[in-house]
């Protein structure tokens, strides 16, 4: 519909579909919650089209380094669940040959004693 035939102050608004990739400029945001069976961490990376891929790390209170797991991404937020309990933890995406693209900034695990589910 032509939008000067919907009067003074009218917009249109259209969207156009085309292939499009794009990698932030900005790091991941990452943040990790004590649970009482382990930890949840979430992470997005803003804008990002490329990484297929999520793995976690996490750094005990000796300062060892360990591979969490990983989490095929999902969207714009990625979650991942573990047993383990670690200190700090730090996220990397993986794009879909296994190439990383960034790493997240390393966050401190905290408590979260007021948990929102969203259905």
């Known amino acids: 519909m032509d939008s000067g035939k919907l009067g003074p102050g009218s917009e249109n608004y259209r969207a156009f ?13 990452l943040v990790a919650f004590k649970e009482s069976n382990g930890t949840a961490l979430y992470v997005s990376w803003n804008g990002d089209t490329e990484s297929k891929m999520w793995k976690f790390f996490g750094e ?17 937020e990625t979650g991942f669940r573990t047993s383990h309990t670690p200190i700090r933890v730090v996220a990397e995406a993986f794009d879909v040959r296994g190439h990383r693209l960034v790493s997240s900034s390393v966050v401190k695990t905290r408590d979260y004693k007021l948990r929102l589910e969203y259905s």
């Open 60 to 76: 005990d209170e000796r300062g060892q380094k360990m591979l969490l797991g990983q989490a095929k991404r999902t969207g714009f």
């Open 17 to 29: 579909k085309f292939d499009w990739h794009a990698l932030p400029y900005e790091e991941p945001a």
